[in-house]
């Protein structure tokens, strides 16, 4: 089985699971084209049981196709809609990725671990000030409601609460 996305206009409207011969006698009178996605495709890297594959030559067009992706055939890569006005364009992976790295700070640090960030990126924080834009909020590990309801900003270096 394969996954092929239905391209109108650049944009992909639907993605479907088919065998490669199911083309050979498929009437479809809409307009647009099918292209072949591959659903372990990420970021131009193939992988295998979540894992990066041995064999690469497997990648196909950069990423998994989604509903409104846009299907670049110059670089022949389908790339997801861009998330906020400040993202960048990974030439490389076609992904976005933010103007300010992710933090490098994700959990307590303790051993068992506690609790852990849980990150969001905030585009109006980022307009304000341009060298902060993450915002994170505590999640226990265990599934229980953390107590520390502060949303904190990263500075950098550290997470502070606003």
């Not at 092929?4 to 009437?27: C, G, Q, S």
């Not at 992710?102 to 304000?128: A, F, M, S």
């Not at 915002?135 to 502060?150: I, Q, R, V």
Request: proline share 6%.
């Amino acid at each position: 089985m394969g996954h092929y996305a239905k391209i109108l206009n650049n944009k992909v409207v639907k993605v479907i699971v088919a065998e490669a011969e199911f083309f050979d006698t498929f009437v479809d009178d809409s307009p647009g084209e099918w292209v072949q996605t591959s659903y372990n495709t990420k970021g131009g890297i193939h992988y295998t049981n979540g894992l990066p594959s041995e064999d690469q030559s497997q990648a196909l067009r950069k990423n998994y196709a989604g509903v409104n992706f846009t299907y670049d055939a110059e670089r022949d890569a389908f790339i997801p809609p861009k998330p906020f006005d400040s993202w960048v364009l990974n030439e490389t992976t076609c992904w976005w990725e933010a103007p300010i790295p992710v933090p490098t700070i994700e959990n307590d640090g303790q051993d068992p671990i506690v609790y852990r960030w849980y990150l969001n990126w905030n585009e109006d924080i980022y307009q304000n000030d341009n060298t902060k834009g993450w915002t994170a909020t505590k999640e226990n590990m265990d599934g229980t409601e953390n107590p520390d309801t502060a949303i904190y900003e990263w500075n950098g270096s550290s997470w502070v609460a606003q």
